[in-house]
């Protein structure tokens, strides 16, 4: 990375404070500055002292470090270190630069890189050309006192300087997603269900699974509707005792960086986003008055699917969803910031056609030669919820066909059959006339389904060949 900010040079065992440009995640806390110490590491909140006689990590003193080379590296004598900010969005990052900068007293000039990104991630890269060789020197990262990890001590055969070191973010990374919905609209799902038969409380996301598949079922329905946010108490379509609750729809995250997320309620609740667990607190208990189980995540601007479960058995009853954005304070949930899709129809059309009879063969193995008849078949699925009304489906045809004889117009439910069609239509406005051209095949409502058991029409007409 070539960095932009001017060279520094700095007498040696010094480190400065800078500012990174964005947020920057490690150890569960989100940095905005980082202190750069000559010697080839970096350590964030305060450094008591610059430390030029490299040693085995960890290192108590600096529980939160990075360590591209650790040694006794004299800027006094030459080179440079240079840091900066680079990129935008996305793809922004932190570079920090030691140039051809001495080892003391005299072993040669190292010249190494460190590189923060926004998710998380630190890379190390290095000249090979240079006299970095891990000889003397301390590679590593160091989260706390008892997570951290020494790549090399003082050992070449455990370097190589021709090679990047990537040390990639334990935080969990979410990705946007594309809504089920063109626009969804303002406010979540909430459905509630009966669980009076269940006399218990789960204690792990397991047991919540197994709650939810044995009770969040039609014959326990309560009722279902929006509400605008995760932020109250009380079933809004039963008994506010012995209930079940899931929350549905999505989660806009206005920036790409850091997020926390905590709950609280009573009793059990868990988070989904993106289909991932993010947090839980289970087990039966009150409401603590504030955030419980905060837990951080990395995750890009956009739209993100959001699940919410929570199960009241006797008492209190509350639920509540927390973040933190980057940047920003820890706060409910606005209500600006859920959504949810409505019902809508997801329509697709498939086009087949067959040989059904020809002046040559008859109906026995038909060929496509002038004067046969040629059956068409469309067939349109609805994946989605919502049924799609007034469905009309137009087909023009090519100068090879004889479209005066355009016939046997007729739309069937179900999957399109093109050679086993024997019925008539059981939808009472097909479409066009006999001998009309272009076609519009007429399928009325086709009623909602889904992707995994779609509703289908199909339909068909017949036309010679020229």
Partial sequence: ???????????????????????????????????????????FGTDPKSVYTNQTLAQSDKPQSIYPYWDDLNVANGGTIRYGTLGTGDNIHFVVSWENVPQYPSYGTFSLQVILYLDGSIRFRYDATSSVDGASGTVGVQENTTNYDQHSFNNSSTFDATKDILYTSILTQLTAVTPSCTTPSSQINMTTYNTTAYNSYPNDSTQYATLIQNYATDANLFGTGTVAQINGSGNPYGSNENYL?????????????????????????????DDTLITGWYGGHGRANQAREIVNVFAYAGWHKLTYHHQERGGADNYYLYWQPPNGSLEIVPATQLF?????AKMSIVKSSCTILDPVNGAVNPKRIPGATIRFAMEVSNTGAASATNVLLSDSLSSEFDTTSINNI?????????????????????????????????????????VATPTKECGYFEVELI
């Fill in 340 to 344: 949810h899709c409505s019902a809508e």
């Fill in 245 to 273: 609750s899931i929350f549905e729809g999505y989660i806009y995250l206005p920036t790409t960086g850091v997020y926390a997320f905590g709950v609280d309620g009573d009793d059990a609740i868990e988070v989904y986003i």
């Fill in 410 to 450: 007729q739309v069937q439910a179900g999957a399109c059959d093109c050679l086993g069609v024997t019925s008539a239509s059981n939808n009472g406005a097909n479409g066009t006339a006999d001998g009309v051209h272009p076609i519009v095949l007429d399928f009325g409502t086709v009623l909602g389904g889904s």
């Fill in 1 to 43: 990375e070539d960095v932009h900010s001017s060279g520094v040079a700095y007498d040696d065992g010094i480190d400065i404070n800078v500012p990174l440009g964005f947020s920057f995640p490690f150890n569960g806390t989100t940095y905005t500055e980082v202190d750069i110490d000559s010697n080839g590491y970096l350590v």
